[in-house]
Every structure is written in C-alpha cells, then in structure tokens.
C-alpha cells in the first residue's frame, strides 16, 4: 500500500502485523524450592548413618538399600518436604475433596564424577520429589517431554530452542533444592565431566488416601 507524502511523494506505507497471542496449554509442573538451611549435625549423621546400612549398585550410580529412609531418619528433611508438597497439591492439583498426600518409599542416591542417571519415571505414585543434600553448581535435571515422540514424527531442525520446540528441558540445581514434578514425568540426569566430587540427593515417591469419584457417577474409589 503506498500514501502520499507531504512533499508530494509517494511512501510505502509499511505493513503491520496484527497483534497476536500465544498460549501455552496442559504444561508439565515441576516445582523448584530451596529449604535455606544448611544440613544440621544430626541429619550428617542420619546420612552417615543411611550410608552405613549400605547401599546397592545401578546402572550408573548407587543407592541406598534402605528405600523407607524418611520413616525414621531426616525428620526435619520430610517435614519441609510435606509442607512443599501440601502447597503442589493446592496449586497444582487443586483436589475438589480433602486428600492426604503422603510420601511412600524413600531413598538416598550417589552419582560419582562423569556418572550419569538414566532416563526414568516413576510407577505407582502421584508426585515425586527429589532433595538434594550435595551438588556441583553447574549440576541440573533434566526432563523429557511425554509427547516427543509424537512431535518429532515430522522433524523439523529448529534453529533456536524454546519452549515449544524442545524435547529435553533442564533446569539447574543447587544444595538443599527440592524439586517436585509428577510422577510419570520422564527425567534424568547427564553426565556432569567437570564434576569434582558426589552428587547426593534423596528420591522420593507419593500417593494418596482419601475418597475419589463419587458413588452417583459409579467411580468412587475409597483409599485408606
């Protein structure tokens, strides 16, 4: 389209754009919080402790073989967690009836220097968490989008990653960071080369008691 000027010639009117939105719609949570406190000399002995009892080797790191940690050590620990996750389940959830989410097993983790964790989710629980007790200050987690698969059956090279073309995500972590994410959420952990010294984290799984559905729509499932 072109318009006259006040000088008697004609500029090219330039073409604008109408605004427009971009939504993003059924996001995948992950909740990152960090307690602020350092680790007291009991929760170093309840480590020292959880170490002792031993631990089993996996694929490409270790883990405690006592899986129910949180029953009897790192009180103070799980109780930051709980609180954590009353505020997930309100934000996130938003449960219509009163449910008590409440952590189920529970382990400590160790991931040498160069090791990595393998891809994974977790079954038969709701929401799952991880603490971290020591990390590296470029250490992260990544997660893997649930419809990659999906997306990548027309691949198109992206020249920029955002959040809308990407199929891996990470986010950084530091000690005494809790994350929590759902359960079925696929995660892992690369390999950090620069890392000089363990990465010790705690894992944790959830479920739920309480009454779902309702016996009018024949859906209704008591869990105690």
Same mark, same amino acid.
């Given at each position: 389209m072109v318009v006259e000027s006040e000088t008697g010639g004609m500029d090219n009117m330039k073409n604008t754009s109408p605004a427009h939105e971009l939504h993003g719609i059924f996001p995948s /949570? %992950?909740?990152?919080?960090?307690?602020? #406190?350092?680790?007291?000399?009991?929760? !170093?002995?309840?480590?020292?402790?959880? &170490?002792?009892?031993?631990?089993?080797?996996? /694929?490409?790191?270790? +883990?405690s073989i006592n899986s129910y940690i949180f029953n009897s050590k790192l009180k103070e620990i799980k109780q930051f967690c709980e609180q954590q996750i009353k505020i997930y389940v309100e934000e996130v959830i938003s449960p219509k009836e009163d449910l008590d989410f409440?952590?189920?097993?529970?382990?400590?983790?160790?991931?040498?220097?160069?090791?990595?964790? *393998?891809? *994974?989710?977790?079954?038969?629980?709701? $929401?799952?968490?991880? &603490?971290?007790?020591? %990390?590296?200050?470029?250490?992260?987690?990544?997660?893997?989008? /649930?419809?990659?698969?999906?997306?990548n059956l027309i691949k198109i090279e992206s020249k920029k990653f955002n959040t809308w073309n990407s199929t891996l995500w990470y986010f950084p972590i530091n000690t005494n960071e809790l994350v929590l994410f759902? +359960?079925? #959420?696929? *995660? #892992? %952990?690369? /390999?950090?080369?620069?890392?000089?010294? !363990?990465?010790?984290?705690?894992? &944790?799984?959830? &479920?739920?008691?309480? $009454?779902?559905?309702?016996?009018?729509?024949?859906?209704e499932l008591i869990l105690k």
């Amino acid at each position: 389209m072109v318009v006259e000027s006040e000088t008697g010639g004609m500029d090219n009117m330039k073409n604008t754009s109408p605004a427009h939105e971009l939504h993003g719609i059924f996001p995948s /949570p %992950v909740y990152i919080v960090n307690r602020d #406190l350092e680790l007291s000399s009991k929760e !170093d002995k309840d480590i020292e402790d959880i &170490f002792e009892e031993g631990m089993k080797q996996n /694929p490409s790191n270790v +883990s405690s073989i006592n899986s129910y940690i949180f029953n009897s050590k790192l009180k103070e620990i799980k109780q930051f967690c709980e609180q954590q996750i009353k505020i997930y389940v309100e934000e996130v959830i938003s449960p219509k009836e009163d449910l008590d989410f409440y952590i189920t097993q529970s382990w400590l983790n160790i991931t040498k220097p160069g090791k990595d964790h *393998h891809e *994974h989710f977790h079954s038969n629980s709701i $929401i799952s968490g991880v &603490f971290y007790i020591s %990390v590296e200050e470029d250490d992260k987690i990544s997660f893997v989008d /649930p419809n990659g698969k999906t997306k990548n059956l027309i691949k198109i090279e992206s020249k920029k990653f955002n959040t809308w073309n990407s199929t891996l995500w990470y986010f950084p972590i530091n000690t005494n960071e809790l994350v929590l994410f759902p +359960s079925w #959420l696929t *995660h #892992l %952990v690369e /390999p950090n080369k620069k890392a000089t010294k !363990d990465r010790i984290s705690i894992s &944790f799984n959830t &479920f739920v008691k309480g $009454i779902l559905g309702s016996k009018t729509s024949s859906t209704e499932l008591i869990l105690k």
